[in-house]
């Protein structure tokens, strides 16, 4: 367990040290603005977005970031691209258990839904270092543990010779980095597709649409609305603010100490452990305590983004309240075999809840209200090569 926590420290800092390498985490990037400022469209109630002026979000850099999104060139055998494990239709998720890299290697987590991520604090299931998209995406691109787009040493400059002979990209970086020469760079390619991916907003789902007086909820989905925010089922203690879960930023919000949570999905033998090689929070910091510990994600578009947790072990949101409901799983066979419910990690917040099977679907039906049709269709979050997947 401690060779594996050091290996994955030693990981991430080699994929930093490759990115100071290459100009990538040693910020500000450049000094330009494109003269484009991007104009946020948020419901009434969104706070405005932190965006740090190293960064900014223009519309050049939003419209080069989205086609470099959906670029299969982008990886390192040209077979995949930052939307093959984040699609539209899914809520920008993939549909799978476990993501699956370009190399077919399977990551050991599932692929996290990029839904206004411009209000995120952090940007992994369980790595608080990462706490920008810029960071995060230097795991995606050149991470060799799991490969996931397959970018290296020995072939990125390859890559990026395919960008710099299409039709298109050169005026596309030129427009996006007007004040760099030479602007087709791995730096300036992370920092558009950060841009776009910092405007993926869903604000219209039924619930904000009943928040603004311009929906009604049916009878079991405002039950389960009062079941969640309330303090029988008392869902919203992790999963609360605009973005249904404990890591909240925007302007002006006050900084609270970054959460992560055991659920007791696992408890491996009865001493605690979750499956080696996925043992959240505790792979970066070593400690006991921190065993299963992840990242509370985004309710938003619930309903698209089956299969659930982490490891997509729970395969529906019948499921997923069930498990909470009983104040976690008890997994009875397999070298998995632990009672979840009795892990001496398990957060305190995860407690055994008495809830009629009515009840459980009642709050299932609130959480398909927060499905945003508007998100999954707008044409401007769209692939511009129209691959369907």
Partial sequence: WIRRAVALVATAGAILAFGRALGLVSLPFGGDES??????DLAKDFPTPVVPTETPVTAERVDLGRRLFYDDRLSGNGTVSCGSCHMQSKAFTDGRARAKGSTGEVHPRSALAVINIAFNRTFAWANPSLTTPEKQMLVPLFGSNPVEMGVNDKNKDAVLARLTTDDS??????????????????????????????TLISDTSKYDQYLAGTATLEPAERRGMDLFFGERAECHHCHSGINFNNQLTYVG?????????NTGLYNVGGTGAFPQGNTGLHEITGLADDQGRFRVPTLRNIA????????????????????????????????NAGDGRASPHKDPLIARISLTPAQQ?????FLRTLTDDRFVTDPAFSDPFGKVK
């Fill in 169 to 198: 990209y050169p005026a596309k970086f030129a427009a996006a980095f007007p004040d760099e020469d030479a602007p087709i760079t791995w730096s300036n390619i992370i920092l558009a597709i950060s841009a776009f991916e910092r």
């Fill in 361 to 365: 679907s009642d709050i299932v039906a």
């Fill in 35 to 40: 003269p484009t400022t991007w104009e946020w």
């Fill in 253 to 261: 919000a006050p900084q609270q100490p970054l959460k992560f949570h």
């Fill in 304 to 335: 698209l983004t089956a299969p659930y947790m982490h490891d997509g072990t729970i395969t529906t949101l019948d499921g997923v309240v069930a498990f909470y409901a009983a104040g976690g799983r008890n997994v009875t066979r397999g070298p």
